[in-house]
């Protein structure tokens, strides 16, 4: 997800999480901020993805004056100044297309 730079905030903030297993965002955001989960947070996702154990993380995105919790295996946090529609899955796709061709390349 980003939070898109702007007039007030310079860069971009995106939160890019793996192997999620809890989700709880609304459909767009007002400013976008990241917290720390309350412990009756904690709790809500712990009770929602049972019987899956650790490791896990659960990070409070905060927007519009509303907590939204997302529950995932590993969560990467990135300021950039992209273009509005680039994303750090597709650079890492075209690198790994790369990565793949250039090995073909090698074996033939």
Same mark, same amino acid.
């Given at each position: 997800?980003? *939070?898109?730079? *702007?007039?007030?905030?310079? /860069? ?5 999480? @793996? ?9 767009? @955001?007002?400013?976008?901020? @990241?917290?720390?989960? /309350?412990?009756?947070?904690? /709790? ?14 659960? =990070? ?6 509303? =907590? ?5 295996? &590993? @969560?990467?946090? &990135? ?11 597709? /650079?890492?796709? =075209? ?14």
């Amino acid at each position: 997800m980003r *939070s898109p730079k *702007s007039g007030e905030a310079p /860069t971009n903030l995106d939160l890019v999480c @793996f192997d999620v297993l809890y989700v709880e965002l609304p459909r767009a @955001f007002d400013g976008l901020e @990241f917290a720390e989960p /309350t412990p009756s947070e904690r /709790t809500k996702v712990t009770e929602a993805v049972r019987p899956r154990e650790e490791p896990w993380s659960v =990070r409070i995105v905060v927007s519009g004056g509303h =907590r939204y919790t997302i529950a995932a295996a &590993q @969560f990467v946090e &990135q300021e950039n100044n992209k273009d509005a529609m680039a994303s750090f899955l597709a /650079t890492r796709l =075209r690198d790994t297309a790369r990565a793949r061709t250039k090995r073909a390349s090698f074996s033939d």
